[in-house]
C-alpha cells in the first residue's frame, strides 16, 4: 500500500515527483472509490434484476386464474344444490348476483339447469325460481420472508425481491341458493339450502429458486 502523505510532506505542498498537492490526491483517490462502488452495485443488480428486464405478455383482466378460481367455485356451488325438486318439471327462472359477469353468469346457470333436467320457460310454468348469486369472487393474501423489491441507490435501479419463502393464497368463492314461488298464484313454496363452491390455487416461492403451485383449479366437476 503507498502512503498518500510522504515524509515530510504537509497539506498543499506540491512535490515536483508528483505534480500534485496531498488535498489533490485525496480527492483523486476519493473519485476513484465512488466509481468502484458504482459499478459494483451495477453489476449487483444485473445480477439480481436480469429477469426483470425480460419481456412479458400482459395478462387479460381479469386474469386467467382468476376466471378459472371463479368458474370453478361457481360450478361447485351450484353441485351442492338439491335440485331434484324441480326435475322434469317446467320452471321460469330469475337470477340475481352481486358482481361479476351478470349476463355470462345468468346464461350459464340457466344452462347449468337445463343440463340437470329442469325444463326453463317462459309460458305457463309451473314453478317460478328465484336463483340468487349472493357470493362470486376470488381473494388474495401473501407471506412474505425476505428481503423486498427496492431501487438501487446512486443507479436508481430497480432490483427484484429476494424470497427465502413466499405463498401467494389465492382462493375462489360462491355461495348460491334458490327460492321457488307457485307459478299460477307466485305464492312462496320452499327455498333450497344454500350451496356453497370454493378454489383454491397456492403459489410457493422458497430460497429464491424452488417454486411450485398447488391449485384444484383445473379439477372440473362432471
Known amino acids: 500500500m503507498i502512503p498518500i502523505v510522504e515524509r515530510g510532506e504537509k497539506p498543499g505542498e506540491v512535490r515536483p515527483k508528483h505534480g ?8 483523486a483517490g476519493r473519485c476513484r472509490r465512488q466509481r468502484a462502488l458504482m459499478s459494483g452495485l451495477a453489476v449487483l443488480a444485473c445480477l439480481l434484476g436480469g429477469c426483470a428486464f425480460s419481456s412479458q405478455l400482459t395478462p387479460t383482466q381479469p386474469a386467467g386464474v382468476t376466471q378459472q378460481l371463479v368458474m370453478r367455485s361457481l360450478e361447485r356451488a351450484l353441485a351442492g344444490l338439491d335440485i331434484s ?14 358482481s361479476g359477469n351478470e349476463t355470462f353468469v345468468k346464461a350459464f346457470v340457466a344452462a347449468w339447469l337445463e343440463a340437470h333436467r329442469v325444463h326453463v320457460t317462459t309460458s305457463e310454468p309451473e314453478l317460478k325460481l328465484r336463483v340468487f348469486v349472493s357470493v362470486l369472487g376470488t381473494d388474495k393474501n401473501e407471506k412474505f420472508i425476505g428481503i423486498p423489491a427496492f431501487q438501487a441507490p446512486v443507479l436508481n435501479i430497480p432490483t427484484p425481491e429476494i424470497a427465502f419463502f413466499k405463498r401467494a ?23 333450497t339450502p344454500t350451496g356453497v363452491g370454493l378454489a383454491k390455487q397456492d403459489d410457493y416461492t422458497i430460497l429464491i429458486l424452488i417454486t411450485f403451485t398447488v391449485s384444484d383449479a383445473d379439477k372440473r366437476d362432471h
Open 169 to 191: 393464497r389465492n382462493r375462489g368463492q360462491a355461495e348460491v341458493s334458490i327460492y321457488a314461488f307457485d307459478g299460477p298464484s307466485d305464492k312462496f313454496v320452499e327455498r
Open 20 to 27: 500534485r498537492t496531498l488535498l489533490a490526491r485525496l480527492e
Open 85 to 98: 325438486r324441480f326435475a322434469d318439471r317446467k320452471v321460469w327462472v330469475d337470477i340475481y348476483l352481486q
